[in-house]
């Protein structure tokens, strides 16, 4: 432990974790998206806003709105869940948070998952969410595309296909914990595997092979960004713990961002595990960070700026 203490409310967090783990490696796929289901459920607490569901060219969304948002900006939200679980309900309490801390409307996607669904399938979807706001008149540089854990490497994901294609991109994204390396090289892997209560190596190699499938190329670019080509990105916020097992997909893709002349706001918490700021509506910690990142929003999405485009790069 680095000495750095830790609220009573996350304290319990971690006992309560660690007592039910989530055995992603050995649990049938319906057991564990009833768990995460249930999980998210016990954190439901959200500040008022109206939920609108919707379909965007075929992808099932919906809309958060707190009272005071500004229809005209957007965050587009991918939810985690390792490709194979998590949904739009799951994060509803999150989402009214984002609107709420940005004044911002909030489009949740529902994209497809695994195994029903493999690798292109999630990308697909967020690509085809993001042009349906643009057809539905919303600029792109008043969206900002977020996402944690799997969704957090599908952001990336998608700001590289959206880029490859021309569009225009959005003006920043926010990664929470993003899953960006399934070949799972970090040395964060095994090096955090005792302090993480939600990722195990063996659960998250699990499901990288439920997405890609068996055979299926782990290091594939649009599903691990790690490998991808990251010039002519907007500015990207990685939020991580220092207790992940994924952590070191957070600091090599900061790593490669910069290398390739991006903005990168790289904030790292001590002690924190996995998706942290998820729990915000019980975790002081987790609030924190909820403000921070809103507030990084809030100032990119509110400067005008000429939107990306991807000039000569294919």
């Known amino acids: 432990m680095s000495g750095y203490e830790v609220s009573q409310e996350f304290t319990a967090l971690l006992d309560r974790l660690r007592s039910a783990p989530l055995r992603a490696d050995s649990t049938p796929i319906a057991e564990l998206r009833a768990n995460f289901e249930k999980l998210a459920a016990g954190f439901y607490d959200p500040p008022p806003v109206d939920f609108v569901p919707g379909n965007a060219d075929g992808v099932d969304i919906e809309w958060a709105y707190a009272p005071t948002c500004d229809r005209s900006q957007v965050v587009l939200y991918l939810h ?20 709420h801390g940005t004044e911002t409307a909030v489009l949740s996607v529902g994209y497809r998952l695994a195994p029903e669904h493999r690798f292109p399938a999630a990308v697909e979807d967020s690509v085809t969410a993001y042009r349906w706001l643009l057809a539905n008149g919303v600029d792109a540089h008043r969206i900002v595309i977020a996402g944690d854990s799997a969704g957090g490497g599908l952001t990336m994901s998608t700001l590289i296909a959206l880029r490859d294609s021309e569009v225009a991109l959005p003006a920043a994204a926010v990664c929470i914990s993003p899953k960006t390396d399934l070949a799972l090289t970090g040395t964060s892997v095994r090096e ?4 993480d209560p939600i990722v195990t190596p063996d659960g998250s190699y699990t499901h990288g092979i439920r997405y890609v499938g068996e055979g299926g190329d782990l290091c594939h670019p649009l599903a691990s960004p790690l490998y991808a080509d990251l010039r002519s990105l907007p500015p990207v ?29 790289l904030d790292v918490w001590p002690e924190m595990i996995h998706n942290f700021p998820f729990f915000a509506s019980r975790i002081p910690e987790s609030k924190r960070a909820l403000e921070y990142l809103n507030a990084f929003i809030r100032n990119k999405i509110r400067t005008p700026e000429t939107p990306f485009r991807a000039e000569g790069v294919r």
Do not use: H, M, N
């Not at 955090?192 to 302090?195: C, F, G, L, S």
């Open 80 to 99: 985690g869940g390792g490709f194979s679980t998590g949904s739009i309900p799951a994060y509803r309490d999150f989402c009214a948070r984002i609107s």
């Open 237 to 265: 916020l990685i939020q991580v713990g220092t207790a992940e097992v994924l952590l070191d997909d957070s600091l090599r893709l900061a790593r490669r961002l910069r290398d390739a002349g991006g903005g990168v706001d």
């Open 192 to 195: 955090k595997a005792y302090a």
